[in-house]
């Protein structure tokens, strides 16, 4: 949770307590020793509000569990995106990202481990994201990241370290976290939300099947 509404607040509030006071003592007469104790508690309360605000701020755009972006704000997020990589003649990759045999996970090891690999695969997944690249957990254990960077070899050691990395959760919780990964590109594949999660879907169940004889987690070459 960042602190832009408490920031705004108190900067708000300590330039009208300025204002105030210097209007007081200038034309009034005010004792100046009470606007700073008056000042201190309007600033207490400030706090607070603030603190409410940046909390709603946060439940409205994150995932509670993993803090990534939910799909709500991706819904929000997408048109302005679209905006920019067309102001610029881009392209936007979509990555859909399935935990496989989650419900196996949950089912073994409880809902407290299903939790905390989730929260796992949520670091992974920010750990190599560009500045505008948006990660998101759209569903109960789906992932995308959207993403400006369609490069190739960069698509490629985006891949590859998540795949490292669930490597080594696997060891760290002592069973196997592997994910099938997706992709589709704005606007070659399509030019909608809903049409790139779908064309992603449709790679990622392609893949799952192609797995059953690799071990590859995405078509990196797509």
Do not use: C
Request: charged letters at 25%; hydrophobic letters at 45%; glycine letters at 4%.
């Amino acid at each position: 949770m960042n602190y832009s509404g408490r920031i705004v607040i108190i900067s708000v509030v300590i330039v009208m307590i300025v204002a105030l006071r210097a209007y007081g003592t200038l034309y009034y007469n005010f004792p100046s020793l009470q606007f700073p104790v008056v000042g201190v508690f309007i600033l207490l309360a400030s706090w607070v509000l603030g603190t409410q605000y940046d909390r709603l701020k946060f439940l409205s755009e994150k995932d509670n569990l993993t803090t990534l972006y939910n799909r709500r704000f991706i819904l929000e997020a997408f048109p302005k995106l679209i905006t920019s990589v067309e102001r610029r003649q881009g392209q936007l990759i979509l990555y859909f990202i399935d935990v496989d045999n989650f419900k196996l996970i949950n089912d073994s090891r409880g809902h407290k481990i299903g939790d905390q690999v989730l929260q796992r695969i949520a670091n992974v997944l920010l750990l190599d994201l560009q500045k505008k690249d948006l990660a998101a957990r759209w569903a109960g254990d789906e992932f995308l990241i959207l993403s400006t960077t369609t490069d190739a070899s960069k698509k490629e050691v985006l891949i590859r370290h998540i795949q490292n990395e669930l490597k080594q959760a696997s060891r760290e919780f002592n069973l196997e976290i592997s994910v099938s990964i997706g992709t589709a590109v704005y606007p070659d594949e399509a030019r909608t939300l809903d049409d790139l999660l779908h064309a992603a879907d449709l790679d990622m169940y392609s893949l799952k099947l192609d797995r059953k004889n690799t071990n590859i987690v995405a078509r990196i070459d797509k």
